[in-house]
């Protein structure tokens, strides 16, 4: 008999292998999709590994204890980070390359080895995701996750990792859109703050069941069903939305790129929303 917590399991891995045939179909043109596929990928196959787990009980500690969004989804956001990062570094490179900047817009572009600088800050940025992301494998690996030295370690990881996605969506935000690009900023502002929101999520999860751990299980401040939600609304959501609008957007390669250059080369056309693209080409 599955739990509650095994059927939103379910449910969820459903989801992430409908994203994975859509973006899988959609990558002969895109090929930049593909963190986000593996991130899709490597989700399910957690879920489907944590199901088919067999457990007694339905408290929260073993929810948590359980939970993909703790001990995975902060691992694998790297890809999913480095997917959207790869978006961005693509948009400002091509938006850099443009003449009509005005004043403000020049600090920000100012061009360091044939790069603007905020390329390579956003670059440092991916770096230091990396690295943290790594540090994290490394204390999942060697360090006893029962205690709660280790959780707290872990969720202290986590809150660093959230904190450099607040940095990256600021940056986005300090980059004012040009006319010709409104939809493909809008893109990249939308998908880094679902980003955010996700590791809000996954942060808020990790020092409550610190917390559990701290307590040795006696107290807990969430019941299952509450925790069923949290992870829902503020993990999985936002996470499904990401994978939905990347597939439905046009090829990410051209992401910046103004009408008349894009009409320079042979290839398909700026990167805009797909049906949005097929209506300006029937006009």
Known sequence: MFSAQDISWIVYTIIFLGCTVILVTRFRRN????????????????LLLMISRQYQ?????????RSVAINHMPIFSLLLYAGLVGCQLIYIQHVGRQGDIDK???????RLRNKP???????????????????LVCVRVTMDDNISRT????????????ALNAMNIAIL?????FLQHTRDILFLRTTATLHGIAMVGMSTAAWLFYSMVKS??????????????????????????ILVLSAIVGPIHQLGRTDCQTAALAGPRSLRFSWQSRTFESI
Do not use: K, N
Request: glycine share 4%; proline share 3%; hydrophobic share 60%.
């Open 57 to 65: 009980g339905d408290s929260v500690v073993l929810l948590a204890d």
């Open 117 to 135: 600088a905020i390329f390579w800050v956003t670059f440092a940025l991916l770096l230091l995701y990396s690295g943290i992301v790594a540090t």
């Open 173 to 177: 935000f300090l980059c004012r859109p």
């Open 31 to 46: 090929y930049l999709l593909s963190p986000f596929i593996l991130f899709a990928v490597l989700s399910a196959i957690a």
């Open 151 to 162: 959780r707290h370690l872990m969720a202290g990881l986590v809150v660093a990792l959230t």
């Open 104 to 110: 403000e817009q020049r600090r920000l572009f100012f």
């Open 216 to 241: 040795h299980h006696i107290s807990h401040s969430i019941t299952s069903i509450g925790w069923i939600v949290l992870e829902s609304l503020l993990v999985y959501l936002p996470i499904f939305v």
